[in-house]
Every structure is written in C-alpha cells, then in structure tokens.
T-cell receptor, first 116, second 112 residues
Framework: NAGVTQTPKFRILKIGQSMTLQCTQD?????MYWYRQDPGMGLKLIYY???????DKGEVPNGYNVSRSTTEDFPLRLELAAPSQTSVYFC???????????????FGEGSRLTVL | GENVEQHPSTLSVQEGDSAVIKCTYS??????FPWYKQELGKRPQLIID?????GEKKDQRIAVTLNKTAKHFSLHITETQPEDSAVYFC???????????FGAGTRLFVKA
C-alpha cells in the first residue's frame, strides 16, 4: 500500500492565483482530513470528510474548499491565494469502526506551499 | 470547541535522562488522546495513544498518563536517546474522532 499520497510536494503561487492540492489514499479509509502546519506551530484542521459526498469545516476553513466524490480522493482547493496561506499542508486519513473512527491518523508527506 | 495546550514548547535533556511533556484539554467529551512524533521534514506519526477508560499506558520507553478529572495528560520518555530528538504533538478527539485537535508541539533535544 502507498498509504496517503499528496501532490505536489512543493509549489510557489502568486497572490490571487488558485490551485488544488491533491490527496489520495489506498487504505479504504472512510475519514479524511486536511491540516496546515505553520512554522513552529501545531497542526490546524482545515476541513474533514466522513465519507464520499460529506465534508465539514474544521478550525481554519476560510479561503479553502474541498470535495469528496470518491472514498480515495480528497482534494483541497485554494481560491485567491494570500501570503497567510503559506504553510505546509498535510492530508490524513483514518479508518472507521462501529461508533466512529479508530482515531489514528495516517499522514501524507506534506505539500509545502509558498504564496508570494 | 476543543482547545489543547501543550508545555513546554522546547525541552533539552541529556542522553539517558527522562523527558516529560504535559497537555491540557478543554472539552470534557474528548476521550481519545494520541501522541505524534514528527522528525525534521517528515510527516507526523503516531507513537502512543490512550483512551479515557485507561489511566496509564506504556510501550517500552514511552508511557502516557491521563487524568480526566483534571483534563490533562502527559507523555513520559525514559532513557532518552539522540534519535528521540523530534517535535512531539499531543492531541485530543471525541468518540467520533472526526476532529482531532493538536497542541502546538514540543521540540525535544536529546544531547549525546
């Protein structure tokens, strides 16, 4: 299994541009998440999904959009990029059991985004 | 919503000494408390977790304790080694686990 795969690994954007960070997992996990990690800071939850067609906001959703059309894929869309969105973005997934997820998050390798 | 605070932000210990990292959480509904280790430039990886029906859990040199009444939990690393140097994150989530909220992290340096 490849686990959680994110692309691209690095990207530089100009202010106002848009882009999509791709995330796919091959573990058949129902739950998927997007986090951002600013230098010296913890991980902030942007959006999460509990299954295909279902998404919800996390702690810091402004400026982002997501969709979940399949179990495997959970892309993150940045509209009108701003310098404040310069960060490392991590996609993660977790498995489910009766009553909810097991809890352990499996992370991708991260995508480093710089907005200039 | 849930808020997780973590202390200290930086910790430096001599090889062989113990290291303790402490976290507090705000949401009494939280019942799952994982700890992640992130090496420089790498992804976070789970090292140990504890659920609210357990007070302590140990795995070789690492252990986690949980005090639900006080809403705090701690990570203990004994006999530290240079390869333990990394950033450690505590986190909390509820039964659904849909929103895992992280602390700000502790950068641990183990000096040889």
């Amino acid at each position: 299994n490849a686990g959680v795969t994110q692309t691209p690994k690095f990207r530089i954007l100009k202010i106002g541009q848009s882009m999509t960070l791709q995330c796919t997992q091959d573990m058949n996990h129902n739950y998927m998440y997007w986090y951002r990690q600013d230098p010296g800071m913890g991980l902030k939850l942007i959006y999460y999904s509990v299954g295909a067609g279902i998404t919800d906001k996390g702690e810091v959703p402004n400026g982002y959009n997501v969709s979940r059309s399949t179990t495997e894929d959970f892309p993150l869309r940045l509209e009108l990029a701003a310098p404040s969105q310069t960060s490392v973005y991590f996609c993660a997934s977790s498995s489910s059991r009766q009553g909810g997820t097991t809890g352990e998050l499996f992370f991708g390798e991260g995508s480093r985004l710089t907005v200039l | 919503g849930e808020n997780v605070e973590q202390h200290p932000s930086t910790l430096s210990v001599q090889e062989g000494d113990s290291a303790v990292i402490k976290c507090t959480y705000s949401d009494s509904a939280s019942n799952y408390f994982p700890w992640y280790k992130q090496e420089l430039g790498k992804r976070p990886q789970l090292i140990i977790d504890i659920r609210s029906n357990v007070g302590e859990k140990k795995d070789q040199r690492i252990a986690v304790t949980l005090n639900k009444t006080a809403k705090h939990f701690s990570l203990h690393i004994t006999e530290t080694q240079p390869e333990d140097s990394a950033v450690y994150f505590c986190a909390a989530s509820n039964t659904g686990g849909f929103k895992t909220i992280f602390g700000a992290g502790t950068r641990l340096f183990v000096k040889a």
